[in-house]
């Protein structure tokens, strides 16, 4: 499978600030990266769906101006929070799909805390 | 009626014991069957691809039932290590879905020495 990294693996922030999360694909050239974010207990939910050179596709109920995504290469997608919030406290993770198959690789996550 | 339903668990399982669980999935013209393993506090990672013929790889063994919409992950032989939630994943091949997976809740299985 693939080799997915994110950077960083944990961060704090204070409210009102942004944060931005890289996802890399080290070894896999990545038409389509996927963004998550799972709360404690619960099961992973997508936020975003972005193809490389487009604009992202958004989930119902995800603010696309809060959560801006770029995917700017194969192998480099950001998601930066904006003006984060105690509730966007959560692990966020990414992961990248070839042109060729249906499966899904994911990176280690993010594991983001507002104060 | 979830897209993807799974019985949260937990299965407590003595080592060296079968366990083994399902999934049930609502559309049926689904494709794409995934068992992903998810660690606490970890990503997911890919356990196996589901065949419609059904498949194997070493301790775990994964069967499609289309008829039934279902899906199952058999564990032989279970070690302390397969210890984790298990995740069912399906791609429901709706094309405004483009290329999603829909996510289980996922079903947790601890293995007791």
């Not at chain 1, 960083?8 to 896999?28: A, H, M, N, Q, Y």
């Not at chain 1, 809060?66 to 950001?78: R, W």
Request: overall charge positive; glycine content about 6%.
């Amino acid at each position: 499978g693939a080799v997915v990294s994110q950077h960083p693996s944990w961060v704090i922030c204070k409210s009102g600030t942004s944060v931005k999360i890289e996802c890399r694909s080290l070894d896999f050239q990545a038409t389509t990266m996927f963004w998550y974010r799972q709360f404690p207990k619960q099961s992973l939910m997508l936020m975003a769906t972005s193809n490389e050179g487009s604009k992202a596709t958004y989930e119902q109920g995800v603010e696309k101006d809060k959560f801006l995504i770029n995917h700017a290469s194969l192998t480099l997608s950001t998601l930066t929070v904006t003006s984060a919030h105690p509730e966007d406290s959560s692990f966020y993770i990414c992961s990248v799909k070839g042109a060729a198959s249906y499966e899904q690789y994911f990176g280690p996550g993010t594991r983001l805390t507002v104060t | 009626r979830k897209e993807v339903e799974q019985d949260p668990g937990p299965f407590n399982v003595p080592e060296g014991a079968t366990v083994a669980f399902n999934c049930t999935y609502s559309n049926s013209a689904s494709q794409s069957f995934f068992w992903y393993r998810q660690d606490c506090r970890k990503e997911p990672k890919l356990l196996m691809s589901v065949y419609s013929s059904g498949n194997e790889d070493g301790r775990f063994t994964a069967q499609l039932n289309r008829a039934s919409q279902y899906i199952s992950l058999l564990i032989r032989d279970s070690k302390l290590s397969d210890s984790a939630t298990y995740l069912c994943v399906v791609n429901p091949m709706i094309k405004a879905a483009g290329n999603k997976l829909t996510f289980g809740g996922g079903t947790r299985v601890l293995v007791k020495p």
